[in-house]
């Protein structure tokens, strides 16, 4: 929006702006274009990211307005920028920097989404591009579970905590499965007591309910047991054991198992939400030196 300051040329002004932030703009002559912002951190995508990222976002933004009926004011670049510098550097939603949207519209519309489960959807289209991209089929026929414990901030509520005594930490535990590629196809977070094959049993539930496609799925000595008996009998996947060979000393790369270690070690920032709008993410030392999060 352009306004004509008296004797001066016209000043560009943030839609975004609230009342008086508006008014300052007016004075100073402070030029902001909101829609034609440029990547200004590390976190921001880059037009090469954008590119390949446009189509899908607005696809299922797409989604979104024919459900609310209301098309979207704000940049959409703008408000996923905003959301992955919350998610990078783990700062309050309050505290966004002035030249993305305010911080309002940005969080509501990361619940709105959220609900819809819109993000994973949005996650499942770029990773069917992905796969295809690699030469494999774009749904998966096999993946490979696993779990890791990491440190919870003391907001957690002690109910979401526990204490792993195999890694001696006192927090959460992520169950993941990844794909051949290593990319993610569910998530779940428990409190670290949890085992990891009791873990399982939900997670394997929703991999069958998301993917029919899967019929084989890879798993260390820890899901070893009646596990491997229900998931066949109930859900029709093949939980094969990769288990280590007691001869061998140090670090090993084991077949399939590799994979999910390295999507884990890749895991720096929490796979869970803050709950508010205050709620912050850090990032902290994981288990054995990997790296971990705080919620």
Known sequence: MSEQLSGQEPVVVCLHARGRERQRLRLTGMRIACRG??????????????????????????????????????????????????????????????????????????????????????AGRLRGRLRLLAGRRELPTAGCIDAQTVRAAEMVGAAACGYDAGKKLKGQKRHVVVDTLGLLLCVMVTAASVQDRDGAHPVLARLREKFSTIGLVWADGGYAGQLVTWAGQVLGLAVTIVKRSDDLRGFVVLPRRWVVERTLCAARRSVASPAEPGGTWREVSGPNGLPGSER
């Open 37 to 122: 912002r440029k990547p200004a951190y590390p976190s921001d995508l880059t037009d090469a990211e954008w590119s390949v990222l446009e189509g899908e976002a607005r696809g299922v933004m797409a989604e979104l307005v024919a459900v609310a009926g209301r098309p979207m004011v704000h940049d959409l670049r703008a408000v996923l920028d905003a959301i992955g510098y919350v998610t990078r550097y783990g700062i309050e939603w309050r505290a966004l920097p002035v030249d993305f949207p305010p911080y309002e519209a940005v969080y509501a519309f990361f619940v709105r989404w959220s609900g819809r489960g819109l993000p994973e959807r949005l």
